[in-house]
């Protein structure tokens, strides 16, 4: 089977502990989990992991089989990602001196649609919101003026198909 990115939405209560044991799912099985986002989700008091990987289909529903044998989970997904509607957003800090002397960084700014945050004397702030690819074509062409520090979050998504979610809530609150 051939590997393929996937997004993992588990719905769970917000319980110390569970982040480790769904690690640990990922760690026996030596998976590399690409990108994590722990969230509040659209239902009150629950929570929402967003969990990225690249493996194959058998793999992912495997995983997704284990994770929901934790107590505190009350439903989880996968979803490839053309299935779902995702961003990441990544914040650069760069030389303030290069915002006012390279013309070729504010047609970076403006060609990639990003936004200064701030300026300060020594450093100025972009943030990126977009596709992976994105925000590492931002970080290459930036890369050759020198990027003082560089972060970006996890994967945050939603899927294009409704997910019953709310619908599992109610009956799991019965």
């Known amino acids: 089977m051939e590997k393929q990115w996937f997004t993992i939405s ?15 799912i990922f760690l026996k099985r030596h998976i590399n ?5 722990v969230s509040k989700s659209e239902i009150d008091d629950v929570s929402k992991f967003t969990i990225v990987i ?21 439903k989880a997904f996968y979803h490839t990602d053309d299935e779902t509607i995702y961003q990441e957003s990544a914040l650069f800090k760069i030389d303030s001196a290069l915002l006012f002397d390279e013309r070729q960084i504010q047609n970076i700014i403006k060609d990639s649609n990003s936004q200064i945050v701030t300026v300060a004397r020594d450093f100025f702030v972009l943030a990126k919101s977009g596709r992976r690819e994105e925000i590492n074509e931002m ?13 970006r979050s996890g994967r ?4 294009k198909e409704e997910m019953k979610i709310s619908a599992i809530l109610e009956e799991f609150q019965e």
Request: zero cysteines; proline letters at 2%; charged letters at 20%.
């Open 10 to 24: 588990v719905y769970s209560e917000n319980n110390v502990g569970l982040l480790n044991r769904i690690s640990g």
């Open 33 to 37: 989990i690409e990108s994590l986002n």
């Open 54 to 74: 690249r493996t194959t289909e058998e793999w992912v529903n495997n995983i997704v089989g284990q994770i929901e044998k934790q107590i505190e989970v009350i």
């Open 139 to 151: 970080h290459d062409q930036l890369k050759p003026f020198g990027i003082k520090q560089f972060v």
């Open 156 to 159: 945050i998504s939603v899927s």
